[in-house]
């Protein structure tokens, strides 16, 4: 298989896989985890500022993790606050083999801060597409629980400018995601000459 078709084969067959999709206990090794960072280190980023910033979660991490989020939720949730939301924070993150959390440090003074998200999300990108290419593996990219909470950033090393971006769940998968859909691409585009 060329490096066309394979290229074509991963981005069009990679899948999120959620949570209760894996495999209970089935722990990834640090060297993909790494190989997945090392990707995701070389997505493209306007002035080379390179925004993205992770913490990485696993073994007791995992615990750790969800009782910080779990606490951060309750204490600044307000109204919003939902006792099964609560509930489910002290539990996900102990389904993962990996918790990845998604960061962006902000240059405010040298690029507007869509160019650095775009960035970010290249190199979670970057992060689905190598988890994918491994039999297996699944993860998925989530903006909730403690994402928008402005109080959650410092369990992250991030500043009041930064932003939190999410998690990444990683794990083996039991139940793999069923297929892919798009529309054609055709309806999406306009093409000019």
């Not at 909470?149 to 500043?159: C, D, Q, T």
């Not at 139940?175 to 093409?191: D, I």
Request: aromatic share 12%; proline share 5%.
């Amino acid at each position: 298989m060329n490096k066309s078709d394979m290229i074509n084969e991963l981005i069009r067959n990679r899948r999120s896989v959620f949570t209760q999709q894996f495999e209970a206990g089935k722990v990834i090794p640090d060297e993909i985890i790494w190989q997945a960072l090392e990707n995701a280190n070389w997505a493209p980023n306007h002035k080379f500022t390179e925004p993205w910033r992770f913490t990485v979660f696993s073994g007791n991490g995992l615990q750790k993790l969800a009782e910080q989020q779990a606490e951060i939720y309750k204490k600044y949730a307000g109204v919003k606050f939902k006792q099964n939301k609560y509930e489910q924070l002290q539990v996900t993150p102990q389904q993962c083999s990996h918790v990845i959390a998604i960061g962006c440090k902000r240059h405010a003074d040298q690029l507007p801060a869509m160019e650095e998200i775009a960035a970010v999300a290249c190199a979670v990108q970057n992060i689905y597409l190598t988890i994918s290419a491994y039999d297996g593996l699944g993860g998925y990219w989530s903006t909730g629980g403690i994402t928008f909470i402005e109080e959650a950033k410092p369990l992250f090393n991030l500043g009041p400018d930064d932003m939190l971006m999410g998690f990444f769940y990683l794990g083996y998968v039991k139940v793999p995601s069923v297929s892919g859909k798009r529309k054609p691409v055709q309806e999406k585009v306009t093409w000019i000459n």
